[in-house]
């Protein structure tokens, strides 16, 4: 496992730069027997199974680089998602009847997931569950918060840096802002622009703020929320979703942690994940190894034995889905 998640991790994958990870898996698995179906932004292990596995091949740009202690993996995608890839891998040696799918560009617009169900809709592709592999230290989200982007040009008043009091400030007025945002939703502000160096009070301000909106909540609702915002300049929402809470997708990932003897814990995901993409179509859960919060910095890291084990429930989940196969009368929600 630590050789495979150390050749992975060192083909370096940044987004729209996946070519080189992604004929590695395709190779791979057609070296295992797989027929690979393949669009411009994902591959895909052909099946005529109701379950897909799915994950990402692309990571943000590389910060640091691999390393292992015996106990964790360190370096960039280590995590998110390397770990899932090289469980899927692994698991694909012994013979899946499952769908696996690998998407491009995660990171960026998603359009690995997009592609892969408008393959699906033109009936290229088959499935009706999907569990979507990112870091949830192996505890199951059943829960997946929405998200949008919001961008504001705060507008001030410019006049010179000596006499703030004739102006106003915008860096100040997005300071203001700021807090309101916390005040009024669950938003995080991840870039801010404005100022110059030429001593003058400044007149514009950009902020980006990353909002996530609760399962349950309608997003037009949240949206609406906004039209105070006018009052400080312009703002442009963009890629805005819908959260959503899993199906009957649940219950089948846990019979199979349990068959692989890991305890199933339950979660919520916060973050952007291609299961915003596939839930329409999919009944879709997000599941897998490691931990979210050290994801897109330095300290990213993993747990050798977590990848091991998403290797065992998979191979659990693969046994579940043989049985169900084999006893049509049952499903493999269902109990023995």
């Not at 393959?119 to 499935?127: D, K, S, T």
């Not at 199979?256 to 999919?282: C, I, Q, Y």
């Not at 859960?285 to 091991?308: A, F, N, Q, S």
Request: net charge negative.
């Amino acid at each position: 496992m630590i050789m495979l998640l150390k050749k992975i991790a060192e083909i370096e994958s940044p987004s729209g730069k996946e070519e080189k990870l992604r004929e590695f898996v395709r190779t791979y698995l057609g070296n295992l027997g797989y027929d690979v179906l393949e669009g411009d932004h994902f591959l895909a292990t052909k099946s005529s199974s109701r379950m897909i596995v799915a994950t990402h091949l692309d990571t943000v740009s590389v910060k640091a680089p691999f390393s292992t202690d015996g106990v964790y993996a360190y370096g960039t995608g280590v995590c998110d998602a390397k770990a899932s890839i090289a469980a899927m891998l692994e698991a694909a040696e012994s013979g899946l009847d499952f769908t696996l799918a690998f998407f491009c560009d995660e990171e960026e617009g998603g359009k690995g997931s997009k592609e892969f169900v408008e393959f699906w809709r033109q009936g290229e592709l088959e499935g009706e569950m999907a569990i979507v592999m990112e870091p949830t230290d192996l505890r199951i989200a059943s829960k997946h918060y929405g998200s949008f982007d919001l961008t504001v040009e705060v507008l001030g008043e410019a006049c010179h840096g000596s006499m703030p009091e004739m102006g106003v400030n915008a860096i100040e007025r997005a300071c203001e802002l700021m807090a309101s945002m916390k005040r009024r939703f669950r938003a995080t502000p991840l870039k801010i622009e404005g100022g110059s160096d030429e001593y003058v009070i400044p007149s514009k301000c950009y902020v980006k703020f990353d909002i996530l909106v609760e399962p349950g909540t309608k997003l037009e609702d949240c949206i609406k929320e906004l039209e105070f915002l006018r009052d400080y300049g312009n703002f442009e929402v963009s890629d805005a979703y819908e959260g959503f809470e899993s199906g009957r997708v649940v219950t089948v990932l846990e019979r199979a942690m349990e068959k692989a003897g890991v305890e199933p814990t339950h979660t919520v995901m916060r973050s952007w994940t291609d299961a915003l993409n596939l839930k329409d179509r999919f009944d879709t859960v997000v599941w897998g190894p490691g931990e979210m919060h050290c994801c897109h910095t330095e300290r990213e890291k993993v747990k050798l034995e977590d990848i091991e084990k998403a290797r065992d429930v998979l191979l659990a989940l693969n046994d579940l889905i043989k049985s169900a196969g084999e006893h049509h009368h049952k499903g493999f929600g269902e109990p023995e």
